[in-house]
């Protein structure tokens, strides 16, 4: 079965400074996908970055960008010139490519603390 | 587009009552739903996945009989907690990719239920 771990409980960062929340995974599967999903204080998921593993650019979507090392199953999410707005947990989550069912399979999270 | 309505958004309840949520996609069919559980600064646990037309598919050890899931139509998922008991009490989530989605698709969340037994 595929696992998911993020390592960070917590983390902080300084507005308008630069962030690494880590997350690695464990798959036998070779065609898979992964997502960074943020969580606010709303609850609401919303959707980050994604990343197909058949892909060796690495995902960037504005201030959001990933460091996708498939050998090493790790992929990490950069947050640039962070805003306070960035506050929330953050969930890494795994899709298989070869199971139809499109479920994900999420991370422990971790908070992130934006100091003003 | 892709929005998922769920609701109650928080419900409390009596011990040894049922509880039903719903979840509605109210742009798009959803053929697959999946059901999370989320404990207090925790992560999402995948409970079960419904399937419009047939049984849902219950993850390794959530009980079926106390988590009932029923989708009755593509729009429409429900879980009913029957017989709740304080241990049921956490925050429940339901997301749906869209029907022919691509596999790197996001799935499109409800904004959650916090359900409270006391």
């Known amino acids: 079965a595929q696992t998911v771990t993020q390592s960070q409980p917590e983390m902080s960062v300084q507005e308008a400074e630069t962030v690494t929340l880590s997350c690695t995974y464990d798959?036998?599967?070779?065609?898979?996908?992964l997502f960074w999903y943020k969580q606010p204080p709303s609850r609401q998921m919303i959707l980050v970055i994604r990343?197909?593993?058949?892909?060796?650019q690495n995902a960037t979507e504005n201030r959001f960008s990933v460091n996708f090392q498939k050998a090493a199953k790790s992929f990490s999410l950069k947050i640039s010139d962070s805003q306070l707005g960035d506050a929330a947990m953050y969930f890494c989550a795994y899709r298989s490519g070869v199971d139809s069912s499109y479920k994900l399979i999420f991370g422990s999270g971790t908070r992130l603390l934006v100091r003003p | 587009g892709a929005v998922v309505s769920q609701h109650p958004s928080r419900v409390i309840c009596k011990s040894g009552t049922s509880v039903k949520i719903e979840c509605r996609s109210l742009?798009?069919?959803?053929?697959?739903m999946f059901w999370y559980r989320q404990f207090p600064k925790q992560s999402l646990m995948l409970m079960a996945t419904?399937?419009?037309?047939?049984?849902?598919?219950?993850e390794q050890g959530v009980e079926k009989d106390k988590f009932l899931i029923n989708h009755a139509s593509l729009t429409l998922s429900t879980l009913t907690v029957t017989s709740a008991h304080p241990e049921d009490s956490s925050f429940y989530i339901c997301?749906?990719?869209?029907?022919?989605?691509?596999?790197?698709?996001?799935?499109?969340f409800g904004n959650g239920t916090r359900l409270t037994v006391t």
């Open positions: 419904s399937n419009e037309g047939s049984k849902a598919t219950y």
């Open positions: 997301s749906a990719p869209l029907v022919g989605a691509s596999y790197n698709s996001p799935l499109h």
């Open positions: 990343q197909e593993a058949y892909k060796q």
């Open positions: 798959t036998s599967e070779s065609d898979y996908y």
């Open positions: 742009d798009f069919q959803a053929t697959t």
